[in-house]
């Protein structure tokens, strides 16, 4: 069975240049990716600030370390962690291998947490080291997040399927 491992966008900074965690979490895509039998890459992300989408970012760097173009499915509409969820969920409905996101420590999960309620049954891919100092006010972010999420995912299945039953 292919492995799927999506990877959770990051910023892309002026002219193109992805930013150090968008770096940091294709890294660690490819570092799993390795220990998988070809695995399928989703890289998620839409046009931030900068051009280009997040995913076309991840894209190319995946493609730099060797990935063919065949193995990346790439997912440009997302602007946050939930519409990543949601629109991957879509993209991955039929898939039968197991599920891995890619992502920095500090939003794995919320990550995962999210895709399993969405109805994908994710797992953690290994992060890569990042120091606490590096990602404190991150850390601190996702202590509202991941509450607040859960209940926008929650109220989506108790409104009817919303967006969390399509």
């Not at 790439?74 to 996101?101: K, Q």
């Amino acid at each position: 069975m292919r492995s799927a491992i999506v990877i959770f966008g990051a910023a892309v900074r002026p002219g193109g240049v992805p930013s150090r965690t968008l770096r940091r979490r294709v890294e660690a895509a490819l570092a799993f990716g390795r220990t998988q039998e070809q695995p399928l890459y989703v890289p998620t992300g839409g046009l931030g600030k900068y051009p280009p989408a997040e995913a076309d970012a991840m894209a190319e760097l995946l493609m730099q370390a060797g990935v063919p173009d065949s193995a990346i499915l790439r997912e440009r509409t997302a602007h946050d962690t939930m519409s990543s969820v949601y629109a991957v969920r879509a993209l991955l409905r039929g898939h039968d291998g197991p599920v891995y996101a890619a992502t920095s420590a500090y939003h794995m999960a919320r990550c995962v947490m999210l895709l399993r309620l969405a109805g994908v049954p994710a797992r953690a891919a290994p992060t890569l080291h990042q120091p606490l100092y590096d990602t404190a006010y991150w850390w601190l972010r996702e202590i509202p997040a991941i509450p607040y999420d859960l209940l926008l995912i929650l109220w989506g299945r108790f409104r009817g399927g919303n967006q969390a039953g399509r």
